[in-house]
T-cell receptor, first 114, second 113 residues
Framework: GENVEQHPSTLSVQEGDSAVIKCTYS??????FPWYKQELGKRPQLIIDIRSNVGEKKDQRIAVTLNKTAKHFSLHITETQPEDSAVYFCAASKASGGSYIPTFGRGTSLIVHP | EAQVTQNPRYLITVTGKKLTVTCSQNMNHEYMSWYRQDPGLGLRQIYYSMNVEVTDKGDVPEGYKVSRKEKRNFPLILESPSPNQTSLYFC????????????FGPGTRLTVL
């Protein structure tokens, strides 16, 4: 089955710095790559996603890049703010019977110091 | 309001006492799934369902059962809970097809003594 590795497990930055979280996946059939943010005590929520026919996607301070050849994708957060502090999960999904079966990374705890 | 609900939110029980965690969504989503979240292990899928009466195992199905008799409901059943099932459980739903955003429920924190 699919295996998703996520690094680093913890990332500490100063407010205003950039943060990068990287994920690698093993199944070349995976074609949908979402990122979820989970604040302390809350549910995971989608922040950005990318499909395999796209190399990069940006939404304000957040961007995701995908390298299908190398089977890795990354989350980039620019101008970090304290409210960006949370656990971030990547996932890799492939279509099966009309729906997607996701495999999640283990999460990165991002701490943004004011 | 479009949402996924779970009940109960918190549960403390004892080994062997059957329990059910309910999950309901009002978005007419085809796909529903259950995850457990443990420190350092991320989200691991227990079971998923692509439609009514269609369910399949995820990565960690041992000790769990599910059913999908109606589109909106997807209960998680622990027939004989054990302490290693102490965890935070999330139900999620998503539309079928290319739009794959998963909408998570608020979570159920289960402790098995």
């Amino acid at each position: 089955g699919e295996n998703v590795e996520q690094h680093p497990s913890t990332l500490s930055v100063q407010e205003g710095d950039s943060a990068v979280i990287k994920c690698t996946y093993s199944d070349s059939a995976s074609n949908y790559f979402p990122w979820y943010k989970q604040e302390l005590g809350k549910r995971p929520q989608l922040i950005i996603d990318i499909r395999s026919n796209v190399g990069e996607k940006k939404d304000q301070r957040i961007a995701v890049t995908l390298n299908k050849t190398a089977k890795h994708f990354s989350l980039h957060i620019t101008e970090t703010q304290p409210e960006d502090s949370a656990v971030y999960f990547c996932a890799a999904s492939k279509a099966s019977g009309g729906s997607y079966i996701p495999t999640f990374g283990r999460g990165t705890s991002l701490i943004v110091h004011p | 309001e479009a949402q996924v609900t779970q009940n109960p939110r918190y549960l403390i029980t004892v080994t062997g006492k059957k329990l059910t965690v309910t999950c309901s969504q009002n978005m007419n989503h085809e796909y529903m799934s259950w995850y457990r979240q443990d420190p350092g292990l991320g989200l691991r899928q227990i079971y998923y369902s692509m439609n009514v009466e269609v369910t399949d195992k995820g990565d960690v199905p041992e000790g769990y059962k599910v059913s999908r008799k109606e589109k909106r409901n997807f209960p998680l059943i622990l027939e004989s809970p054990s302490p290693n099932q102490t965890s935070l459980y999330f139900c999620a739903s998503s539309p079928q097809g290319l739009t794959d955003t998963q909408y998570f429920g608020p979570g159920t924190r289960l402790t098995v003594l």
